[in-house]
């Protein structure tokens, strides 16, 4: 049983807050230049500046013709043909400036020429021979992204402290950056504690099971922008639990799984205690995940931010989510990013007890207009299989137990 704690239960959203502070406060580990593919998940330690006007050219985004809008006002319209601008011309060698009258046959992509303004939509016009008919108006401006629209040059394009996924790998590269600074990954201990547990390369007796949280756990970190330290799996005796977790305060981040719940060998919050712990949360009214411990050990002049999970796979999952992304996200460098939450049709109706804030394994599908989602069958929260067809959680919220099929229902995207 814990013994330096005082019980410090919090409800779901004041523990979410308390990380979430906490997490302000952190600073992020040294920024590092490294290749632009490899920083994805990573967060910038520098802003990404346009190296010249977005668009450089007032650029057509159309295949049409590139006319005067004050040409096109009344229509049909007949207009002269006097060229062709493909994407990649200079607007030199496109030769062209338009005069009243005259249309000149641009693609999507190309500088759209001096004395016209606005681009008409191939689908608008009928062509023979140099003659272009107009059957549509536009207005000024109309498919046309005017030179630095979108950014001008020495403009700030994307804040330090920004995560860097899929769309910032494609402002880096239009600004010619093929390295670009981010926080190094910090280093994430991950210590799980039990003595039924053996590692995933030895083969198990009747009596042990896999320790499969430390991996999960692991995966968790590097999606996060963590590097994880999978530390040997400490027995329950309080020695050897406060040796191991002693070496691992030299890390940025301390990760327990198991041993935080009341059992007579949950040893994990009395051990922390025992290193000098200070607790900011000692329990958390939500399901799965009630009994995660949130707090920071100082040692030799260094704080080192922990968290006890749960031993049950789901729920170290589910705490790690709401918990240690935040506190993970900011020793990353992250600018905080709060829990993507939406809202989808119930398929199936279900009840639950009210008194605890739920994070229900589910999975979400339909399509854009009718978006739905359903329970995966679950045999609590020690199921894997359960948590690895989810691609989100059903949140229950506390004063609540019984839902209706079709009614709308809050999710939690992983
Ligand atoms: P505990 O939190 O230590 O009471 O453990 C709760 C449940 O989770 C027990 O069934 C444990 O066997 C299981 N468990 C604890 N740690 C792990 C782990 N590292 N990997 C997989 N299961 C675990
Ligand atoms: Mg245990």
Known sequence: MSVATQNKLLSFAEARQVAEKHALT???????????????????????????????????????????????????????????????????????????????????????????????????????????????????????????AEARRGEVMIQRGTRVHHAVVAVAAAVGRPEIAVHRRPRVSVLATGDELVDINLPPERNEIRNSNSYSLAAQIYEAGGEAIIMPVARDQADELALLAGKALDSDLLLLTGGVSIGKYDLVEEVLASLGAEFFFTGVAIQPGKPAVFGQITHDGKTTPFFGLPGNPVSTMVTFRLFVRPVLGALAGASPEPLPFAQARLREPFSTKTGLTRFLPAKLGGTNADPHVELVGWQGSGDLMAASKANCYIVVPPDRDKFEKDEAISVLLF
């Open 26 to 148: 952190l600073a992020p580990t040294q920024p590092e230049f490294i290749n632009l593919l490899d920083a994805v998940g990573l967060v910038l330690a520098e802003n990404l500046c346009a190296d010249r006007d977005f668009p450089p050219f007032p650029r057509a985004t159309r295949d049409g013709f590139a006319v005067c809008a004050a040409d096109v006002q009344s229509v049909p319209v007949r207009l002269k043909n006097v060229g062709s601008i493909k994407a990649g011309a200079t607007l030199k060698d496109s030769g062209v400036t338009l005069s009243t009258g005259e249309c000149v046959e641009i693609m999507t992509g190309a500088p759209v020429p001096a004395g016209a303004d606005a681009v008409v939509m191939v689908e608008y016009t009928e062509s023979t021979g140099n003659q272009v008919t107009v059957i549509r108006s536009v207005f000024p401006s109309e498919n046309v992204v005017a030179r630095g």
